[in-house]
Nanobody, 125 residues
Framework: QVQLVESGGGLVQAGGSLRLSCAAS????????MGWFRQAPGKEREFVAT????????YYADSVKGRFTISRDNAKNTLYLQMNSLKPDDTAVYYC??????????????????WGQGTQVTVSS
């Protein structure tokens, strides 16, 4: 069974920072594209950031560009999301996801096969 486990969420004041982590249970994820998505109460899930499995190319939603950084440590089989200058609008459950067999990044949730259970991020004003 493949598992993705997020951690690092919490409560932070506006302007603060958090780093989310996503540990993958299989080393083969080092070659698969991965992404972060989020879902706020009453809203649809939305794309946040994605990273290639090979080459490390990245792509961000306009709403987080310049504030968030996605990265991966393939030796540790871990995906990260560094979030700076957080805003109350960033409050959501954050999910990491991995594509199956594909290394190319994608902003489309339907392209991802494996999902974590989510971690809550709350930004107070």
């Amino acid at each position: 069974q493949v598992q993705l486990v997020e951690s690092g969420g919490g409560l932070v004041q506006a302007g603060g920072s958090l780093r989310l982590s996503c540990a993958a249970s299989r080393r083969t994820f080092s070659t698969y594209a991965m992404g972060w998505f989020r879902q706020a109460p009453g809203k649809e899930r939305e794309f946040v950031a994605t990273i290639d499995g090979i080459g490390g190319g990245t792509y961000y939603a306009d709403s987080v560009k310049g504030r968030f950084t996605i990265s991966r440590d393939n030796a540790k089989n871990t995906l990260y999301l560094q979030m700076n200058s957080l805003k109350p609008d960033d409050t959501a459950v954050y999910y990491c996801a991995a594509r199956r067999y594909y290394s190319g990044r994608s902003s489309q949730g339907n392209d991802y096969y494996y999902w974590g259970q989510g971690t809550q991020v709350t930004v107070s004003s």
